[in-house]
């Protein structure tokens, strides 16, 4: 093995849990940068309304276009959070 080595790497799953919808993921909020544990699209539609990103959101024609621009802004959260950490 020439200097090669392997790691391993775990990689926690977040499945159902009896059908149900499992909210454990912890995401990032993009504007006030808090661990939001659940729902994240509430903390934005709640707390975040006068941001621009979050008014493209409330004003989306179609419900398709709407959660485009939710998962949008959350992973833009997140993404700025793992850049810092």
Same mark, same amino acid.
């Given at each position: 093995? !020439?200097?090669?080595?392997?790691?391993?790497? &775990? &990689?926690?799953? $977040? *499945?159902?849990? !009896?059908?149900?919808? !499992? =909210?454990?993921?912890? #995401?990032?909020? $993009? $504007?006030?940068?808090?661990?939001?544990?659940?729902?994240? *699209?509430?903390? $934005?539609?709640?707390?975040?309304? #006068?941001?621009?990103?979050?008014?493209?959101?409330? *004003?989306? #024609?179609? +419900?398709? +276009?709407?959660?485009?621009?939710? =998962?949008?802004?959350?992973?833009?959260?997140?993404?700025?959070?793992?850049?810092?950490?």
């Amino acid at each position: 093995m !020439n200097g090669t080595f392997c790691i391993a790497v &775990v &990689v926690p799953v $977040y *499945s159902k849990n !009896n059908g149900r919808r !499992n =909210y454990s993921k912890k #995401d990032i909020c $993009y $504007y006030c940068e808090k661990t939001i544990n659940s729902r994240i *699209s509430k903390h $934005y539609l709640s707390v975040h309304t #006068d941001r621009t990103l979050v008014q493209q959101v409330i *004003s989306a #024609d179609g +419900e398709a +276009e709407r959660n485009d621009k939710l =998962y949008q802004l959350q992973h833009m959260g997140n993404f700025k959070h793992n850049t810092k950490v």
